[in-house]
């Protein structure tokens, strides 16, 4: 069970029971209440596809090579160019491809540097970074676009309320990283000792990443990760000190991505009262990224498919070398077996002359040749084609077949279609529909009249304190900060609906400091205690997984505690302040 089995398991057996039905499964997709579902899911795969396809170019690693050559090997320095890299970029691209890119590149970074002996303060930086920066803009993230959505607010707006307690955040967070939480030489020393790239490598052409077997020592290295050091050291250092560019295909993603986010923001900022779907927008720019990609990769063919066929070679290669040498380790071993058991019988014979037989039938398999051995197959693919037969097609191989000519012929769409979040689709849609059926079912109005209560005693300050708490908080227990967006925005909107009945009205301060509020611990809410508390918490950990670095669920929340603790009374502090200076005690407007 994991996080997309879950939610569709519990609205199966919902529906099964009859405890929901129609009117939820269609809300919970189609849309209630100004939250629509389906326009949310496309807008942000869209966008998300022009945003993967500009990484997927290497735009984000050459980017991040560029800093890194600014900053030298003056260690603070290179920490705060890339700390302000990554805050920019996120703010623009939003946080997957930031994670994608800048988490491997941080490993090679950190592996090839002898004087870093952890990486944990620069993974965890960049981790912390990429969701406080994504909460600037709608785009940057799918709970932004729930929450604006829920609460009919332009995109302008939102990011006119967020980004002063945002930028203060990263601006304060900094030095607290610096100087108080990663304040060790062993993990930001003062002059990094970083390898030169040997000659050979600085003039070799750089080749495309996302071809398969384009760099087969680099595969083969991870998957072995006991291989050799240095030769694993060498690959990293290339990887960062020789990235791939493709210009053409960075710089019409970036034109693409620039033209789609501005068109979005006008036609928000534009539209009076009519809703218009997002997607509108983002599907058809999503379609022309698309079909450029496909474009260049077939004028392309012929040389990304020769990168890859030698590549192919050269792991083949690798692998039968590796396997002979297994073989032949085999061998030595029986043969060494095969003298000490001959000695032993020796001695056993002279004592018992009368069983002969009884002793040597033991042996018999030990006394097999080193050369029968060494020619037996090693899995069943080469017990089939040792055996005489052809090895039989079957779909399963026709598929593997075709997905590979793929991804020789179209790397760039491939790799973009590998990365999108398609796993968002499914778990978004089971979310709302569950926390639909608490709204049905009475539920979330209970909820309701729960932060009611609490925002009468504690009034603004407690509403905002108050939801900045429990929205970090249930993003580790209610489905990511996907799902405690969607819940949370259930609950306000029933809290409007509490207020418009009994006629008391909610203070404008009070109900936009709550929304923002519970805006910020949502973003922010991502590096808290779990991984669980985000999708981009579990990529994080996947990634770094597959670089061989691995995280701990209790080291996860016992480094991001202080730094979850800093954000969120700095940016609910801000928030506080600007709140009280902006807006009045007037009474808001229920629509």
């Known amino acids: 069970m994991n996080f997309i089995t879950a939610p569709l398991i519990a609205d199966l057996f919902l529906l099964a029971i009859l405890a929901i039905g129609r009117q939820e499964v269609y809300e919970g997709t189609i849309g209630a209440k100004s939250i629509v579902p389906y326009d949310i899911m496309l807008f942000f795969l869209s966008l998300a596809y022009i945003a993967i396809s500009v990484d997927a170019s290497g735009l984000i690693r050459w980017l991040a090579f560029k800093v890194l050559q600014k900053g030298g090997k003056v ?37 090839v540097s002898s004087n870093i002996k952890h990486p944990r ?32 607010i332009s995109f302008i707006k939102y990011t006119a309320n967020v980004i002063v307690p945002v930028l203060v955040t990263g601006i304060v967070l900094f030095p607290f990283l610096l ?6 030489e062993s993990l930001i ?34 998957s072995y990760p006991n291989s050799d050091d240095e030769q694993e050291k060498k690959m990293s250092l290339e990887e960062i000190l020789n990235p791939f560019l493709d210009r053409k295909g960075a710089m019409f993603g970036a034109v693409i991505m620039a033209v789609t986010l501005i068109t979005v923001l006008v036609l928000n900022a534009t539209s009076q009262g009519s809703h218009r779907p997002v997607y509108w927008v983002t599907v058809p720019a999503a379609f022309v990224m698309f079909c450029f990609d496909l474009t260049m990769g077939w004028l392309n063919r012929e040389e990304t498919r020769k990168i890859a066929r030698e590549g ?34 020796s001695i056993e014979s002279a004592k018992e002359k ?55 012929t179209f790397p760039t769409t491939m790799t973009v279609f590998h990365h999108l979040p398609f796993a968002l689709v499914p778990f978004a849609f089971c979310m709302f529909v569950l926390v639909q059926a608490l709204v049905t079912k009475g539920w979330v109005p209970v909820f309701a009249y729960g932060w009611d209560h609490w925002v009468e005693k504690t009034g603004t300050v407690g509403a905002i304190g108050g939801m900045g708490f429990m929205s970090v908080i249930l993003c580790n227990f209610a ?113």
């Not at 100087?179 to 060790?184: A, G, Q």
């Not at 090693?378 to 097609?393: C, H, L, N, Q, R």
């Not at 950990?541 to 700095?570: C, Q």
């Open 121 to 152: 303060a620069w993974i965890y930086t960049q981790f912390s970074v990429a969701n406080i920066a994504s909460t600037i803009l709608v785009s940057s993230n799918p709970t932004n676009l729930v929450l604006a959505g829920a609460f009919e």
């Open 479 to 591: 489905g990511t900060n996907i799902g405690t967006t969607i819940l949370i925005s259930r609950v306000i909107q029933a809290w409007q609906n509490i207020h418009k009945l009994n006629g008391i009205p909610i203070s404008n301060r009070t109900f936009w400091g709550t929304v923002y509020s519970m805006a910020i611990g949502v973003n922010y809410g991502a590096f808290s205690l779990a991984f669980s508390a985000s999708l981009a918490g579990m990529l994080w950990r996947d990634i770094l997984a597959r670089k061989h670095i691995h995280v701990g669920g209790l080291e996860f929340a016992r480094i991001n505690l202080p730094i979850i603790a800093i954000t969120m009374l700095v940016g609910l502090t801000v928030l506080t302040g600007q709140t009280y200076i902006m807006r009045t005690n007037l009474p808001y407007n229920v629509k």
């Open 75 to 111: 260690g603070h320095r290179l920490f705060f160019y890339l700390y302000a890299f990554f805050f920019a970029l996120t703010t623009f691209i939003g946080n997957d491809p930031v994670i994608l890119s800048g988490t491997a590149f941080l490993s090679y970074m950190t592996r």
């Open 354 to 408: 009368t069983e002969p037989s009884i002793l040597t039938q033991p042996n018999e398999k030990s006394a097999e040749s080193p050369q029968t051995i060494a020619n037996e197959p090693t899995s069943d693919s080469d017990k089939i084609v040792g055996s005489g037969g052809k090895v039989p097609t079957t779909l399963q191989s026709l598929f593997a077949q075709y997905h590979r000519w793929a991804q020789e």
């Open 312 to 345: 192919r070679q050269r792991v083949e290669t690798v692998q039968a070398e590796r396997a002979e040498v297994r073989r032949q380790s085999i061998a030595s071993q029986h043969v060494s077996a095969t003298a000490s058991g001959e000695s032993d019988n």
């Open 189 to 222: 020393p003062a002059s990094i000792q970083m390898e030169d790239l040997p000659e050979e490598l600085k003039n070799r052409k750089p080749v495309n990443p996302n071809i398969p077997f384009a760099k087969g020592e680099v595969e083969d290295s991870e």
């Open 179 to 184: 100087y108080i939480i990663f304040h060790d």
